[in-house]
């Protein structure tokens, strides 16, 4: 049975619709955020950085980052995104942006530090986001899960 190591919840400031995590040591994320973005699909995996299209231009979106002994499911709710992907992160740490806004000042720090990550990615709350935030900022709304496991 899969062991849930850590999990860490943090607010991520979203802006222009963007935003990413990356590899905290960004000498190792060959295009960091947020060159190469482009409003386009939910997701988007790059060497040591995922970069996220929210459904909101400005807001602040909840992001839970679970590190996992083994693979799991994904967790219990109805999202409206899903993703599986990869990420390689060598520093353990993580940070997460926004488009202009720049990293949350401390790193999500990965417990384990294989290299290479399996990656799930739910979010929830798109369709209220994007309803919501065409008025005003909105804190919260949009919720993003991400459960890391070593990479067999």
């Known amino acids: 049975m899969a062991e849930l190591i850590s999990r ?6 979203v802006d222009y619709y963007g935003l990413a995590v990356e590899d905290w040591d960004d000498s190792q994320v060959p295009v960091p955020f947020p ?29 839970t ?26 520093s353990g740490q993580l940070q997460a942006r926004g488009l202009t806004s720049g990293p949350w000042p401390d790193p999500v720090r990965l417990p384990d530090k294989p290299e290479t990550w399996a990656v799930r990615v739910v979010c929830g709350g798109r369709a209220e986001v994007a309803e919501q935030s065409r008025d005003r900022a909105v804190d919260g709304v949009e919720r993003y899960v991400l459960q890391l496991w070593p990479k067999a």
């Open 65 to 90: 980052i679970e590190v996992w002994d083994q693979p799991v499911p994904a967790p219990p709710g109805d999202w409206d995104e899903s993703e599986l992907t990869e990420m390689r992160c060598t």
């Open 8 to 13: 860490e919840v943090v607010r991520v400031p």
């Open 35 to 63: 060159e190469d973005w482009e409003q386009g699909p939910f997701l988007t995996a790059h060497p040591g950085r995922l970069s996220f299209t929210s459904a909101g231009h400005t807001h602040s979106a909840t992001m």
